[in-house]
């Protein structure tokens, strides 16, 4: 609970609105569906049985931008099951302040720089070519 208060805390002061906060794979689920976010932060473990990866799938599937948050990189597959990126456990909350502005330059309508090293893109998020990054 005192984490997703400081990650509340840090997304509002970064001027982003959050919809929700909850642990559990369902409740995840149905909040995206009501609210129908741009983004949604998830560990890997909630608390329902319904994992992080499962979640992401289904999340990705419908459209909206899954990151992670975990420690657990090496438990993920190779394609992040859909999500955009990772940020790893234990972050700084200047790392995440600079994740979060450069995932919404990356979502909105700016260019955004390199990523900063405290965020892992998903590979088929890399850029390519031209040098922009792919979050269509």
Sequence with gaps: PM???ELE???TGEGHQVVGSTGSGAEVLALAAEARPMLVLMDVDLADGVTGVA???NLSACGTHVVFLTGRLRDLPYDLAGAIAVIEKPYSSI??????RFLARALGSGVPPPPPVSLT???NRLPGGNGLYSFA
């Design 55 to 57: 979640a992401a799938k």
């Design 3 to 5: 984490l997703a208060f």
């Design 9 to 11: 805390d840090t997304l």
């Design 95 to 100: 790392g995440l302040r600079a994740a979060i």
């Design 121 to 123: 893109l998903a590979p």
